[in-house]
């Protein structure tokens, strides 16, 4: 009791008014055990009694509900104030997609199961700067992460892990409905111009993936990344899955 008084969780409009109620109760007893002690030792008549008890339960009601509800209010819009930080430190702010941070966490979440995870980035984004400013170049981030959104956003958490890097973690459905989709993400981009500022640039995005039922979320990202620098290597405006150079090295190999 002392503690949800002093130390509430207020999470909701029903808790709070539970917490008023809690606190008017405990005033309440406090205040009439202190009246009927004094009443009963220093006795008048039981007119005089029952007139002081009414009074005390008056003004203890009175004056502890609004404090109550005061205090309450507080706790009430602290806790929505740390849901919304709580928010917005997993969302990057351009974008609107998941940042690294909630990636990661979703990534690490133990009862996840991977079936695959992507890593895509913006083919040669500085030439994209360098040619149309920076502010153009968010822009362009901008556009990719929507196409990526309604590609991709369905089949698991997407986020913006780096500046011109994307990444997504799928617990389920379909390798190859996966792979499917990447690939056309990235025709997508290639025949989509971005209209900036009057200009219009044209972007095309590289793309690692990574599969396997529980591989540890580090690893499958590690093998992602290496696809994707392979990616880079053969020319960039590709997908390459990580099982493809690890056969293809071992057909070198052979
Ligand atoms: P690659 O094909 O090898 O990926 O070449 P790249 O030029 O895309 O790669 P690099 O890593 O050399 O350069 C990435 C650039 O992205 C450099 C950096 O200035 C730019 N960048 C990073 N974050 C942002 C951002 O939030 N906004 C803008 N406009 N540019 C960014
Ligand atoms: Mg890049
Ligand atoms: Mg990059």
């Known amino acids: 009791m002392l503690r949800s008084i002093f130390r509430p969780t207020i999470r909701d409009r029903r808790e709070l008014r539970r917490y008023v109620a809690t606190v ?11 009246d009927v002690i004094n009443q009963l030792t220093f006795y008048v008549d039981l007119g005089t009694c029952l007139r002081s008890w009414l009074i005390t339960m008056i003004l203890a009601v009175g004056i502890s509900a609004p404090i109550a509800r005061a205090i309450g209010q507080a706790h009430l819009e602290l806790y929505f104030a740390k849901l919304e930080a709580d928010r917005l430190g997993r969302i990057d702010p351009l974008t609107g997609l998941a940042n690294r941070r909630a990636f990661t966490l979703a990534g690490e979440a133990r009862e ?9 980035d913006i083919d040669r984004f500085k030439r994209v700067n360098d040619d149309h400013g920076h502010i153009a ?5 901008k556009a990719i992460a929507d196409m990526m959104q309604r590609r991709l956003g369905s089949l698991g958490t997407l986020a913006r892990v780096g500046g011109e890097e994307f990444a997504l973690l799928c617990p389920g459905g379909s390798l190859d409905a996966i792979k499917a989709e990447l690939s056309r993400l990235r025709v997508d981009v290639e025949q989509t111009p971005i209209a900036v500022g009057g200009q219009l640039v044209r972007a095309t995005i590289s793309a690692g993936i990574a599969s396997g039922e529980g591989v540890p979320f580090k690893e499958l990202y590690a093998a992602a ?27 070198d190999a052979a």
């Open 24 to 34: 008017a109760i405990a005033a309440l007893g406090a205040a009439l055990t202190a």
């Open 112 to 120: 996840l199961r991977i079936l695959a995870l992507a890593i895509a």
């Open 137 to 141: 170049g968010d822009e362009v981030i």
């Open 225 to 251: 990344d290496k696809a994707l620098y392979v990616a880079k290597t053969r020319g960039r405006n590709q997908v390459v899955a990580y099982e493809e150079i690890e056969l293809s090295g071992a057909q």
